[in-house]
Nanobody, 115 residues
Framework: QVQLVESGGDLVQAGGSLRLSCATS????????MGWYRQAPGKQREFVAT???????NYADSVEGRFTISRDNAKNTVYLQMNSLKPEDTAVYYC?????????WGQGTQVTVSS
């Protein structure tokens, strides 16, 4: 089992920045990759960014160049640095972790960007 706890969500003005954190615990050795999804009201959950154990990263087109995913292996934590935020980035952001057999999810953290 892997437990994920997100933090860092907040209300911010357009153009501002936030950094989300996802702390992991449990069977961390089983994790192959981690990342973030988000879900806006009335919309499906969508992919935001991912980072593999080897450090390979990938981003959704909508956040490429504005968001940066990183990981601190010593702290077992993944971060999502979000810059130049837009109102359309408003959503609940969910951290996930992939193991070889399943995907684990965090509880989500709310990001609200005001215009």
């Amino acid at each position: 089992q892997v437990q994920l706890v997100e933090s860092g969500g907040d209300l911010v003005q357009a153009g501002g920045s936030l950094r989300l954190s996802c702390a992991t615990s449990g069977s961390i050795f089983s994790i192959t990759s981690m990342g973030w999804y988000r879900q806006a009201p009335g919309k499906q959950r969508e992919f935001v960014a991912t980072i593999t154990r080897g450090g390979y990263t990938n981003y959704a087109d909508s956040v490429e160049g504005r968001f940066t995913i990183s990981r601190d292996n010593a702290k077992n934590t993944v971060y999502l640095q979000m810059n130049s935020l837009k109102p359309e980035d408003t959503a609940v952001y969910y951290c996930y972790a992939n193991s070889v057999i399943t995907r684990y999810w965090g509880q989500g953290t709310q990001v609200t960007v005001s215009s």
